[in-house]
């Protein structure tokens, strides 16, 4: 399947560099081979999308027959690319299938591997032959229907536009104000906003944020109304709700409106996910607007799950304690704003560690450096969660997991502000 080499973009910008995985290919889940003929000896860059921003995911350098293999942990479905800036770009699709080979041979790029994948190419090849609006949806609606339940069906569909029945109204204005209403209440009819997947794509920040700017009127009250239906519509994933948290909070404080924070006042105390056993514990009059863990939450069985190990050297349970809760701030080095919490992390379990909770800070890259203000705390890490994971678990700013004393998850925070709040309620 043939696509165009595209102009290099966006890649040389600011990254938030992400080793996901190294060019070891040991019981490889991906696997990528490149042939590129004209590139022998040339850097070449695995990259990934989470949210409005692209990731480094891997790197290697091709033979001097242009040759080169990217593999290792399996990825996160999504939107990739493959580049040697400034020479060549290719964007592909990758599903549950993650053999893929990419090849240029006379200037013609090609990429094959799975159905999914080669279906994507084709679709690229037909956007670049400039068709109708109408060619596209017709050829997006057959992918759908072709590929029920996979990554590729559900990004098809978030790219659908929202059709509006026709129905002649006496004048332009109420003709322009009904579809404005239509499109306004059907604008998420497409696209699964609890869909991990379509992270790593561009197309979920860029929806979120025209419908947030577009059809939600710039008012404080108007704008926590709305924040509010979109978290219930992110909530059937911890990834999805906590992303749907941070671009609410960036807007918070970027929006020129007055009583904006407001918005920002009411995110901060509801930045977290609790299990129904969490919620039972608030006082009646102090549940407020709480969102609950997703049932077959695959990020708690992953967070018990994992290997890990005391600085000592020793294993770490993760669910064995004498104490009534465990809270463990899973945190990594390489991010300012863990390093810029950590400050509050311990003013909080200061305050709360003579009241049955026993303080772990879990460093989610390997041993942590001995010099921060979390050393005074029980210190553990691992290496074991791969790079979604890690994205989920810090993106910017570390989370807090609470840990009942028989080894259930409560809840996950993503602010102090809401573990502090939590906390004073059920430790009273």
Request: one cysteine or more; glycine letters at 6%.
């Given at each position: 399947?043939?696509?165009?080499?595209?102009?290099?973009?966006?890649?040389?910008?600011?990254?938030?560099?992400?080793?996901?995985?190294?060019?070891?290919c040991?019981?490889?889940?991906?696997r990528?081979?490149?042939?590129?003929?004209?590139?022998?000896?040339?850097?070449?860059?695995?990259?990934?999308?989470?949210?409005?921003?692209?990731?480094?995911?891997?790197?290697?350098c091709?033979?001097?027959?242009?040759r080169?293999?990217?593999?290792?942990?399996?990825?996160?479905?999504?939107?990739y690319?493959?580049?040697?800036?400034?020479k060549?770009?290719?964007?592909?699709?990758?599903?549950?299938?993650?053999?893929?080979?990419?090849?240029?041979?006379?200037?013609?790029?090609?990429?094959?591997?799975?159905?999914?994948?080669?279906?994507?190419a084709?679709?690229?090849?037909?956007?670049?032959?400039?068709?109708?609006?109408?060619?596209?949806?017709?050829?997006?609606?057959?992918?759908?229907?072709?590929?029920?339940?996979?990554?590729?069906?559900?990004?098809?569909?978030?790219?659908?536009?929202?059709h509006?029945?026709?129905?002649p109204?006496?004048?332009?204005?109420?003709?322009?104000?009904?579809?404005?209403?239509?499109?306004?209440?059907h604008?998420?009819?497409?696209?699964?906003?609890?869909?991990?997947?379509?992270?790593?794509?561009?197309?979920?920040?860029?929806?979120?944020?025209?419908?947030?700017?577009?059809?939600?009127?710039?008012?404080?009250?108007?704008?926590?109304?709305?924040?509010?239906?979109?978290?219930?519509?992110?909530?059937?994933?911890?990834?999805?709700?906590?992303?749907?948290?941070d671009?609410?909070?960036?807007?918070?404080?970027?929006?020129?409106?007055?009583?904006?924070?407001?918005?920002?006042?009411?995110?901060?105390?509801?930045?977290?996910?609790?299990?129904?056993?969490?919620?039972?514990?608030?006082?009646?009059?102090?549940?407020?607007?709480?969102?609950t863990?997703?049932?077959?939450?695959?990020i708690?069985?992953?967070?018990?799950?994992?290997?890990?190990?005391?600085?000592?050297?020793?294993n770490?349970?993760?669910?064995?304690?004498?104490?009534?809760?465990?809270?463990?701030y899973?945190?990594?080095?390489?991010?300012?704003?863990?390093?810029?919490?950590?400050a509050?992390?311990?003013?909080?379990?200061?305050?709360?560690?003579?009241?049955?909770?026993?303080?772990?800070?879990?460093?989610?890259?390997?041993?942590?450096?001995?010099?921060?203000?979390?050393?005074?705390?029980?210190?553990?890490?691992?290496?074991?969660?791969?790079?979604?994971?890690?994205?989920?678990?810090?993106?910017?700013?570390?989370?807090?997991?609470?840990?009942?004393?028989?080894?259930?998850?409560?809840?996950?925070?993503?602010?102090?502000?809401?573990?502090?709040?939590?906390?004073?309620?059920?430790?009273?």
């Amino acid at each position: 399947m043939v696509v165009t080499n595209h102009a290099v973009h966006r890649l040389l910008g600011t990254f938030w560099m992400l080793l996901l995985s190294g060019n070891v290919c040991i019981c490889a889940a991906f696997r990528m081979e490149v042939s590129l003929d004209s590139l022998p000896h040339t850097a070449l860059f695995l990259a990934g999308y989470y949210g409005d921003r692209i990731t480094v995911v891997d790197s290697t350098c091709s033979d001097g027959a242009g040759r080169a293999v990217f593999c290792g942990s399996r990825l996160p479905q999504g939107l990739y690319i493959l580049t040697a800036p400034g020479k060549f770009r290719c964007d592909f699709l990758l599903a549950e299938e993650q053999e893929i080979r990419i090849e240029i041979k006379h200037k013609r790029i090609s990429v094959s591997g799975n159905r999914q994948t080669e279906a994507y190419a084709d679709y690229l090849l037909l956007e670049e032959s400039q068709p109708t609006g109408q060619q596209l949806n017709d050829y997006r609606e057959k992918l759908v229907a072709s590929y029920p339940g996979t990554f590729l069906s559900a990004y098809m569909s978030a790219l659908q536009p929202v059709h509006y029945p026709f129905h002649p109204q006496p004048d332009e204005r109420t003709q322009m104000m009904d579809e404005y209403r239509y499109r306004r209440q059907h604008f998420f009819d497409h696209i699964d906003l609890s869909d991990t997947r379509l992270l790593h794509t561009p197309l979920y920040a860029e929806t979120v944020g025209y419908y947030f700017s577009q059809f939600v009127t710039q008012q404080a009250d108007t704008l926590i109304s709305a924040a509010y239906r979109l978290l219930r519509k992110a909530s059937g994933s911890c990834e999805t709700f906590f992303f749907m948290m941070d671009f609410l909070a960036d807007y918070s404080l970027r929006a020129p409106i007055e009583h904006i924070e407001r918005l920002y006042h009411f995110l901060q105390p509801n930045r977290c996910m609790l299990s129904g056993k969490a919620i039972s514990m608030l006082p009646a009059n102090e549940k407020g607007v709480k969102f609950t863990l997703p049932e077959e939450e695959n990020i708690c069985e992953r967070l018990v799950s994992v290997t890990y190990s005391g600085t000592n050297g020793e294993n770490f349970n993760f669910s064995q304690t004498e104490h009534r809760f465990r809270i463990f701030y899973y945190w990594d080095a390489a991010c300012p704003r863990c390093l810029s919490d950590a400050a509050s992390w311990q003013r909080i379990m200061n305050t709360y560690r003579s009241k049955s909770c026993e303080s772990i800070a879990a460093h989610i890259c390997g041993l942590p450096p001995g010099n921060s203000l979390l050393s005074s705390f029980t210190n553990i890490y691992t290496s074991d969660f791969t790079g979604c994971e890690r994205l989920f678990l810090v993106h910017d700013y570390a989370k807090t997991v609470l840990v009942g004393q028989d080894g259930e998850i409560l809840g996950i925070f993503g602010s102090m502000q809401a573990l502090d709040a939590f906390l004073n309620q059920i430790t009273r």
